[in-house]
């Protein structure tokens, strides 16, 4: 995964594409926020979210839930905002947008990513 945060972090444009990355189909680094296709059901991204949320001693704000997508909410240490959104893109697979505070934060996104796919 290093080598996609070197990746990530010598583009300098708004849209980073690192195909195949460790476990992921897809992620991107988009505007802030950074988008990654997983090879888990839905609810399994939603329980692996909820769990690195706690694992990295978020504070949880909110969570909202429905059959296809799921918004969590949390804070770090820092007061930084942190959402997650996770969506349901087929019987087997989900995304994970992830964004940290208003203009995004690469390296905390990618952290939470590599919590989430750890848990899956």
Same mark, same amino acid.
Request: hydrophobic share 50%; glycine share 6%; aromatic share 4%.
């Given at each position: 995964?290093?080598?996609? &945060? %070197?990746?990530?972090?010598?583009?300098?444009?708004?849209? %980073?594409?690192?195909?195949?990355?460790?476990g %992921?189909?897809?992620?991107?680094?988009?505007?802030?926020?950074?988008?990654?296709?997983?090879?888990?059901?839905?609810?399994?991204?939603?329980?692996?979210?909820?769990?690195? &949320?706690?694992?990295?001693?978020?504070?949880?704000?909110?969570?909202?839930?429905?059959?296809?997508?799921?918004?969590?909410?949390?804070?770090? %240490?820092?007061?930084?905002?942190?959402?997650?959104?996770i969506?349901?893109?087929?019987?087997?697979?989900?995304?994970?947008?992830?964004?940290?505070?208003?203009?995004?934060?690469?390296?905390?996104?990618?952290?939470?990513?590599?919590? &989430?796919?750890?848990?899956?």
């Open positions: 995964m290093s080598g996609v &945060i %070197a990746l990530l972090a010598s583009l300098s444009g708004c849209v %980073a594409v690192v195909a195949g990355a460790a %992921a189909g897809t992620v991107a680094w988009v505007q802030g926020r950074l988008d990654a296709a997983l090879d888990a059901k839905f609810d399994r991204t939603e329980k692996a979210a909820n769990l690195a &949320i706690t694992q990295l001693q978020f504070v949880k704000i909110s969570e909202k839930k429905d059959a296809r997508t799921a918004i969590l909410t949390a804070r770090t %240490a820092e007061d930084k905002k942190v959402e997650i959104q969506l349901s893109v087929g019987e087997a697979a989900s995304r994970a947008q992830i964004r940290v505070g208003v203009f995004g934060d690469q390296a905390l996104s990618l952290a939470v990513l590599d919590k &989430i796919k750890a848990n899956l």
